[in-house]
């Protein structure tokens, strides 16, 4: 049995009930976080010699040297030819639309010149070296790889280095094949928190990268943390999301394979559908004991359904869209009738798909926009990853004679409010 939460907008305790259901606390306990600081320590102390012995640790490996870690360019290139045609011409379709959707997110620089005849304005520069952190454990990610390489190689980084763990020396050939059509640079065979310190400060063999994007487990989101300052970061990622707000008018069984689709990913996902009609929602549950026993992964559908899944009755759009913008989830589903007339009120999601006939499966694999959302309700702040998590911007400031004597006089007297009178006297040296 499923089960998950069923809740009702207008009972007395909803919004406890709710905000228990919601909670999701991602900072580690401070067993890992001991853990991952020493291992931190250790690649910065120790460089490659750490990263070999912690390889062969976690990994299963036998390795003798550092350089055995890396793949050599023509690897990627064979295992691109060696997969099935109709995986490679998937991986370059998604590709294309991947690449075509986010060359339209470049900036560009500008400036202008004021009546004073001072230049002002902002000049867009690329990352020099960007880091790609890719999961090999319990599942590979190629979509992942094409995803964060794309915007990476949009943007103009110079320098994409990937990391990926080889448990046992297995590489999936998929994730090989996308790094080669994402324009991956070098490829590491490391995971886990070392790897995330070996492209923070680098070692003799893995280049240090100037931001590390992509998902991973509690080890590397906290080695993420840890190493921001030294390094950006794209976010600390949390269990995926799904909400749904159907109005009761899409096919249950839909509904149903939606809201498993981010239930399968782990036994922390989280999947909530509001309905606006009461009789429906009783449909969807049906419909999800029914499908769930011929899911490959039911067990873990069921787990995270029961643990975190809810379906939620609301009487009113209004009240649809208010608990939209309280859970800000990651994916939002809007299976209603005329759903662009609801986009004026949602404020808070990471990624929005409109209509019956699109499922967040597109958008997790080849509609073009980035699957890299905000999770855990960031998405009040935060944004999808894209080409600008790729760019960096520096203010232009040219004065001209005249321009630098009239802005003078106002820096003189804010500076001297201050009390920093070195910068006042530096203003007023050019009256």
Same mark, same amino acid.
């Given at each position: 049995?499923?089960?998950? %939460?069923?809740?009702?907008?207008?009972?007395?305790?909803?919004?406890?009930?709710?905000?228990? %259901?919601?909670?999701?606390?991602?900072?580690?306990?401070?067993?890992?976080?001991?853990?991952?600081?020493?291992?931190?320590?250790?690649?910065?102390?120790? &460089?490659?010699?750490?990263?070999?012995?912690?390889?062969?640790?976690?990994?299963? =490996? /036998?390795?003798?040297?550092?350089?055995?870690?890396?793949?050599?360019?023509?690897?990627?290139?064979?295992?691109?030819?060696?997969?099935?045609?109709?995986?490679?011409?998937?991986?370059?379709?998604?590709? !294309?639309?991947?690449?075509?959707?986010?060359?339209?997110?470049?900036?560009? *620089?500008?400036?202008?010149?004021?009546?004073?005849?001072?230049?002002? &304005?902002?000049?867009?520069?690329?990352?020099?070296?960007?880091?790609?952190?890719?999961?090999?454990?319990?599942?590979?990610?190629?979509?992942?790889?094409?995803?964060?390489?794309?915007?990476?190689?949009?943007?103009?980084?110079?320098? %994409?280095?990937?990391?990926?763990?080889?448990?046992?020396?297995?590489?999936?050939?998929?994730?090989?094949?996308?790094?080669?059509?994402?324009?991956?640079? =070098?490829?590491?065979?490391? &995971?886990?928190?070392?790897?995330?310190?070996?492209?923070?400060?680098? !070692?003799?063999?893995?280049?240090?990268?100037?931001?590390?994007?992509?998902?991973?487990?509690?080890?590397?989101?906290?080695? /993420?943390?840890?190493?921001?300052? /030294?390094?950006?970061?794209?976010?600390?990622?949390?269990?995926?999301?799904?909400?749904?707000?159907?109005?009761?008018?899409?096919?249950?069984?839909?509904?149903?394979?939606?809201?498993?689709?981010?239930?399968?990913?782990?036994?922390?996902?989280?999947?909530?559908?509001?309905?606006?009609?009461?009789?429906?929602?009783? =449909?969807?549950?049906?419909?999800?004991?029914?499908?769930?026993?011929?899911?490959?992964?039911?067990?873990?559908?069921?787990?995270?359904? =029961?643990?975190?899944?809810? %379906?939620?009755?609301?009487?009113?759009?209004?009240?649809?869209?208010?608990?939209?913008?309280?859970?800000?989830?990651?994916?939002?589903?809007?299976?209603?009738?005329?759903?662009?007339?609801?986009?004026?009120?949602?404020?808070?999601?990471?990624?929005?798909?409109?209509?019956?006939?699109?499922?967040?499966?597109?958008?997790?694999?080849?509609?073009?926009?980035?699957?890299?959302?905000?999770?855990?309700?960031?998405?009040?702040?935060?944004?999808?990853?894209?080409?600008?998590?790729?760019?960096?911007?520096?203010?232009?400031?040219?004065?001209?004679?005249? &321009?630098? *004597?009239?802005?003078?006089?106002?820096?003189?007297?804010?500076?001297?409010?201050?009390?920093?009178?070195?910068?006042?006297?530096?203003?007023?040296?050019?009256?």
């Amino acid at each position: 049995m499923i089960e998950p %939460l069923r809740l009702n907008v207008n009972a007395a305790d909803f919004n406890e009930r709710l905000d228990a %259901l919601l909670a999701w606390e991602a900072v580690s306990d401070q067993s890992v976080e001991t853990t991952v600081r020493d291992i931190i320590r250790q690649i910065r102390e120790r &460089g490659d010699e750490a990263l070999v012995e912690l390889t062969n640790q976690f990994d299963r =490996r /036998k390795l003798t040297s550092a350089a055995a870690l890396e793949v050599a360019p023509q690897q990627l290139q064979q295992a691109l030819q060696s997969i099935d045609s109709d995986t490679r011409d998937a991986l370059q379709a998604a590709a !294309t639309r991947i690449r075509d959707y986010h060359e339209r997110q470049c900036s560009e *620089s500008w400036d202008y010149t004021d009546e004073l005849g001072n230049r002002l &304005g902002q000049l867009v520069r690329p990352l020099d070296r960007a880091g790609l952190y890719v999961p090999g454990g319990k599942a590979a990610y190629p979509s992942s790889v094409l995803m964060n390489s794309i915007p990476a190689k949009v943007a103009g980084v110079a320098e %994409l280095i990937m990391v990926v763990p080889a448990p046992d020396d297995q590489l999936n050939p998929l994730v090989l094949a996308a790094a080669a059509i994402g324009g991956v640079d =070098r490829l590491f065979t490391v &995971g886990g928190a070392q790897a995330v310190a070996a492209l923070a400060y680098g !070692t003799d063999t893995v280049p240090a990268v100037d931001k590390i994007v992509g998902p991973g487990n509690i080890f590397v989101a906290t080695a /993420k943390r840890e190493v921001f300052g /030294k390094v950006g970061i794209d976010m600390i990622a949390g269990p995926s999301e799904i909400c749904v707000v159907c109005d009761g008018k899409t096919d249950a069984d839909w509904i149903a394979l939606d809201l498993f689709s981010q239930a399968e990913h782990d036994e922390d996902a989280q999947a909530i559908l509001v309905s606006l009609d009461a009789d429906f929602t009783h =449909r969807v549950a049906e419909a999800m004991e029914r499908l769930v026993v011929d899911q490959p992964r039911a067990a873990v559908i069921g787990e995270s359904m =029961r643990s975190r899944g809810c %379906l939620i009755d609301v009487q009113t759009q209004q009240q649809a869209i208010d608990l939209v913008n309280r859970i800000a989830p990651e994916h939002l589903e809007l299976s209603v009738d005329d759903a662009d007339s609801w986009l004026p009120g949602i404020r808070h999601a990471g990624a929005i798909f409109l209509g019956r006939y699109t499922p967040e499966a597109l958008g997790d694999y080849c509609a073009g926009p980035n699957h890299v959302l905000p999770t855990a309700g960031t998405a009040r702040f935060s944004s999808p990853l894209g080409v600008y998590d790729f760019q960096k911007r520096s203010s232009i400031i040219g004065c001209s004679r005249q &321009g630098s *004597s009239a802005l003078a006089g106002t820096a003189s007297v804010l500076a001297r409010g201050e009390g920093l009178v070195a910068h006042a006297q530096s203003a007023e040296a050019r009256l």
